[in-house]
């Protein structure tokens, strides 16, 4: 899951006279509420998901949010490369840039968006600002609802049309369900004590 909360989902429902919405709409989860229950199955609050209720942002399924969005850039002529390796960013006082395999490319701003193992990161801070151990480990899942709606002990996440987020907290261990598309998406994350 991604989620882009309600100041940039103001700016990006604007895109293609409202068109970028309403295709973001379609694949975006329709989550009111947010239940965070303890380890044993205490429902400790219920909270409202300021930010990404329906049609205030946008909250679902990674691939499908990040390609309506290439999508739409691509239409408005925004070259778009794919699986080109930076090896060198730059910046002069007109214009900034990067070197991906071998070739130079200019633009008014470059935004680094290039993960834990950043090259961008030394070249802005001057330093690596290399990963450190927390001790924790995440695990990240996706799987169509048709696959649990069979399953006893699992049906209660799909068997409703209103898509839901629910966590459960622990020591050293955390689990969070969502659904998307109206419950035929099932996502979850696990951070664990390692």
Known sequence: MIGVSSNAAN??????NGKVHAELA???SD???FDLYDWKGEHLITQTMLGF???????????????????YAESLGIDIRRGKRITEYWETDTEAGIIAD???????CVLACDGVHSKARSFILGETGAPHATGYATYRAWFDGKDVINDPETRWLVNDVKDKSVAFIGPDVHVIFGTGRRCTEVTWVMTHLV
């Open 11 to 16: 700016v990006i429902a604007k895109w293609g």
């Open 26 to 28: 379609d694949v975006s």
């Open 53 to 71: 209720l329906r049609g205030t942002g946008y909250l679902g399924n990674r691939r499908a949010i990040l390609q309506t969005m290439v999508d």
């Open 102 to 108: 071998g070739e130079k490319f200019s633009a008014d």
């Open 31 to 33: 989550i009111d509420m």
